[in-house]
């Protein structure tokens, strides 16, 4: 919802700078008492000339000091997408490239979709900079890299740290999806009260993954993605469409059509067939993907904390999900990469079959038949909404559609993992020096050898394809443990596979070793994360689980050693209890299972405070000179 600022009377800012109306000074220095009594006066005189002066819409929450830090390079680290005269870019065919245009058009849109999802106050906050930039505020320029670059007021570091980019604001439990002055507590009472007067239908729409919910008196009401951004989407769906017409791949021109009928009608069985003929795309040129992943809203998921809601919707048949965020994607794809990726396919049944407790539930992955899973490692082009939020960290791979989607649990479809080559490239001298002051601090120097940072690839790679591992259903019942749960099953499955695959011969005993140290050392965390914050917190657990097994120790002075012999078999033990924690649905033993490993130790904070000393980084920004130029044109 954007907030709309109407007065017929002049505005006058006193952000940052001395006004002066008579002899009557205000600014910064001003108490705030005597501020706001002065302005009243003030006010109340000017309406002699219908001249006002207000306070601004928005205060600044960051000092300059703090916005000059944050904006520095040694801060704000940068992931460049692709040149203009990216080789990959002018090896396209015409076609491609004019479809490539309407493709980065199309996702960019989602920029100012996700930032209404994300937070009530985000695009009238993005329009109150531009207009102070406008007048010379130094402070808002600075400001506006850092709202560019976490696209959004709201964002965690790395410190754990929630960077609030406007002073008096608070992020939201139900972030942009639900009213900002809707409680957990009103909210459960409401759908309480309209399940009882048999509005079942209604509350099934509002607990669904892809609807904005308002306030319809003392009720709410539901509005599909679809018909809410009824102009956004429809404009995305025409780009798709004259992609199509010019794209060289008929399998993918196939699915673009699909996505932008998706986008115009309001079915979700429509974004289901669009994600089932998304997750059969292997050769083809070019990488367009709508993400939609449920990681923010913390509000849906809290409806089965409350016993009576919970019983109620049980009754119904309803099963809440959480709303989803919306991303784009637009790259080309790196044959060389995924051909190379694509090894790992013929061992997924050997996976499966390995998997805990696989007799007890149905998983995407078969053990007797073929994968219905495609791989692609991509050149990006552009990261737009979600996918392209840096908040203390971006995506580096993901594994759709979810298994929440119509796609996977009607359809029968399978799911694609894409690689994101330009997030997880390291080509610099200066990146690699940094990487080694890290190690120097952390790890046990024994170990250095063992330390490849292609292996975080391997490991990646293990770690999307377990997430097609393991129980597909059931799992809603956990709550706000869900996506922790499954973060640290996807991760564990991953360490868990290494002898099976290195017997199998996908791996060399070096290369184990490499992905079990390099796992180690990059599972470290420079601060305790917040709840909030799943594929952190799965971290924690991780390394307290660990440390407790034997298989990893933290010295007193905060320095990492591994016994690499002990790691596998304790990340199949964990994984173990993950499975029969996911298989329970139940949300007290989900609570329970995060509570006794999300532990963070004395020794923990000690090494974290040794990364501290050689890495200042605690956020990061996105460059896309290619994208930015298509957009131009």
């Given at each position: 919802?954007q907030?709309?600022?109407?007065?017929?009377?002049?505005?006058?800012?006193?952000?940052?700078?001395?006004?002066?109306?008579?002899?009557?000074?205000?600014?910064?220095n001003?108490?705030?008492?005597?501020?706001?009594?002065?302005?009243?006066?003030?006010?109340k005189?000017?309406?002699?000339?219908?001249?006002?002066?207000?306070?601004?819409?928005?205060?600044?929450?960051?000092t300059?000091?703090?916005?000059?830090?944050?904006?520095h390079?040694?801060?704000?680290?940068?992931k460049?997408?692709?040149?203009?005269?990216?080789?990959?870019?002018?090896?396209?065919s015409?076609?491609?490239?004019?479809a490539l245009?309407?493709l980065?058009?199309?996702?960019?849109?989602?920029?100012?979709?996700?930032?209404?999802?994300?937070?009530?106050?985000?695009?009238?906050?993005?329009?109150?900079?531009?207009?102070?930039?406008?007048?010379g505020?130094?402070?808002?320029?600075?400001?506006?890299?850092?709202?560019?670059?976490?696209?959004?007021?709201?964002?965690?570091?790395?410190?754990?740290?929630?960077?609030k980019?406007?002073?008096?604001?608070?992020?939201?439990k139900?972030?942009?999806?639900?009213p900002?002055?809707?409680?957990?507590e009103?909210?459960?009472?409401?759908?309480?009260?309209?399940?009882?007067?048999?509005?079942?239908?209604?509350?099934?729409?509002?607990?669904?993954?892809?609807?904005?919910?308002?306030?319809?008196?003392?009720e709410?009401?539901?509005?599909?993605?679809?018909?809410?951004?009824k102009?956004?989407?429809?404009?995305?769906?025409?780009?798709l469409?004259?992609a199509?017409?010019t794209?060289?791949?008929?399998?993918?021109?196939?699915?673009?059509?699909?996505?932008?009928?998706?986008?115009?009608?309001?079915?979700?069985m429509?974004?289901?067939y669009a994600?089932?003929?998304?997750?059969?795309?292997?050769?083809?040129?070019?990488?367009?993907?709508?993400?939609?992943?449920?990681?923010?809203?913390?509000?849906?998921?809290?409806?089965v904390?409350?016993?009576?809601?919970?019983k109620?919707?049980?009754?119904?048949?309803i099963?809440?999900?959480?709303?989803d965020?919306?991303?784009?994607?637009?790259?080309?794809?790196?044959?060389?990469?995924?051909?190379?990726?694509?090894?790992?396919?013929?061992?997924l049944?050997l996976?499966?079959q390995?998997?805990?407790?696989?007799d007890?539930?149905?998983?995407?992955?078969?053990?007797?038949?073929?994968?219905k899973?495609t791989?692609?490692?991509?050149?990006?082009?552009g990261?737009?909404?979600?996918?392209?939020e840096?908040?203390?960290?971006?995506?580096?791979?993901e594994?759709?559609?979810?298994?929440?989607k119509?796609?996977?649990?009607?359809?029968?479809?399978?799911?694609?993992?894409?690689?994101?080559?330009?997030?997880?490239?390291?080509?610099?001298?200066?990146?690699?020096?940094?990487?080694?002051?890290?190690?120097?601090?952390?790890?046990?120097?024994?170990?250095?050898?063992?330390?490849?940072?292609?292996?975080d690839?391997w490991?990646?790679?293990?770690?999307?394809?377990?997430h097609?591992?393991?129980?597909?259903?059931?799992?809603?019942?956990?709550?706000?443990?869900?996506?922790?749960?499954?973060?640290?099953?996807?991760?564990?499955?991953?360490?868990?596979?290494?002898?099976?695959?290195?017997?199998?011969?996908m791996?060399?005993?070096?290369?184990?070793?490499?992905?079990?140290?390099?796992?180690?050392?990059d599972?470290?965390l420079?601060?305790?994360?917040?709840?909030?914050q799943a594929?952190?917190?799965?971290?924690?657990?991780?390394?307290?689980f660990?440390?407790?097994?034997?298989?990893?120790?933290?010295?007193?002075?905060?320095?990492l050693?591994?016994?690499?012999?002990?790691?596998?078999?304790?990340?199949?033990?964990?994984?173990?209890?993950?499975?029969?924690v996911?298989?329970?649905?139940?949300?007290?033993?989900?609570?329970?299972?995060?509570?006794?490993?999300?532990?963070w130790?004395p020794?923990m904070?000690?090494?974290?405070?040794?990364?501290?000393?050689?890495?200042k980084?605690?956020?990061?920004k996105?460059?896309?000179?290619?994208?930015?130029?298509?957009?131009?044109?």
């Open positions: 919802m907030i709309n600022n109407t007065n017929n009377r002049q505005q006058i800012d006193l952000k940052g700078v001395k006004y002066v109306r008579g002899n009557s000074p205000i600014d910064d001003t108490p705030k008492d005597k501020s706001d009594k002065l302005i009243g006066e003030l006010d005189m000017s309406m002699i000339n219908n001249v006002g002066i207000t306070k601004p819409e928005f205060e600044l929450g960051l300059r000091e703090e916005l000059e830090k944050r904006t390079k040694d801060y704000l680290t940068t460049k997408m692709l040149a203009v005269d990216a080789p990959e870019y002018l090896a396209l015409d076609g491609d490239k004019e245009k309407h980065t058009k199309a996702a960019a849109r989602l920029d100012k979709v996700e930032m209404i999802l994300d937070d009530h106050n985000n695009l009238a906050f993005k329009e109150y900079l531009e207009k102070e930039i406008a007048k505020n130094e402070d808002a320029r600075l400001t506006k890299i850092l709202f560019d670059a976490q696209k959004g007021i709201f964002a965690l570091d790395r410190d754990s740290n929630m960077i980019l406007a002073k008096g604001l608070e992020p939201k139900g972030i942009g999806v639900y900002s002055d809707l409680t957990r009103e909210f459960h009472a409401i759908l309480i009260k309209m399940m009882k007067e048999g509005k079942v239908d209604e509350v099934a729409k509002i607990l669904n993954q892809r609807s904005v919910v308002e306030r319809d008196g003392d709410l009401k539901a509005t599909d993605y679809v018909d809410y951004f102009e956004d989407f429809e404009c995305m769906a025409s780009e469409e004259k199509a017409e794209s060289t791949n008929e399998d993918f021109n196939e699915y673009l059509k699909l996505q932008a009928k998706a986008l115009r009608t309001a079915d979700p429509l974004d289901g994600d089932k003929k998304w997750a059969t795309l292997q050769d083809t040129p070019l990488e367009f993907t709508i993400t939609r992943e449920n990681y923010s809203d913390e509000m849906t998921e809290s409806v904390e409350n016993p009576e809601l919970k109620l919707l049980d009754e119904n048949g099963v809440p999900v959480s709303k965020c919306l991303g784009g994607r637009v790259g080309i794809v790196n044959k060389e990469g995924t051909d190379a990726i694509l090894n790992v396919k013929k061992y049944p996976m499966a390995n998997m805990p407790l696989n007890k539930y149905i998983q995407n992955i078969s053990a007797d038949k073929e994968s899973q791989m692609v490692d991509v050149d990006l082009v990261v737009y909404g979600d996918v392209g840096y908040r203390a960290g971006i995506t580096l791979a594994n759709l559609p979810n298994d929440d119509l796609s996977v649990s009607e359809l029968g479809g399978g799911r694609r993992n894409v690689y994101h080559r330009q997030i997880r490239l390291i080509t610099s001298d200066d990146a690699r020096e940094k990487m080694q002051k890290r190690l120097d601090a952390i790890l046990n120097k024994d170990l250095h050898k063992y330390y490849n940072d292609e292996a690839h490991f990646t790679i293990g770690h999307e394809n377990g097609s591992l393991g129980p597909k259903s059931g799992t809603e019942g956990l709550g706000k443990y869900k996506s922790i749960i499954e973060e640290n099953k996807a991760d564990m499955v991953s360490l868990a596979m290494l002898d099976v695959l290195t017997d199998a011969g791996y060399t005993k070096e290369q184990k070793e490499q992905m079990i140290v390099t796992y180690a050392a599972n470290m420079m601060a305790k994360p917040t709840l909030s594929h952190r917190v799965r971290s924690v657990m991780q390394n307290y660990f440390i407790k097994e034997g298989a990893m120790s933290i010295s007193k002075d905060g320095v050693d591994v016994n690499i012999d002990k790691m596998v078999e304790t990340a199949k033990k964990m994984l173990k209890e993950i499975i029969e996911q298989l329970s649905g139940d949300f007290s033993r989900g609570e329970k299972y995060v509570n006794d490993y999300f532990v130790t020794e904070e000690t090494l974290a405070q040794n990364i501290k000393k050689v890495s980084t605690l956020n990061g996105v460059e896309s000179p290619l994208a930015d130029k298509l957009l131009s044109e």
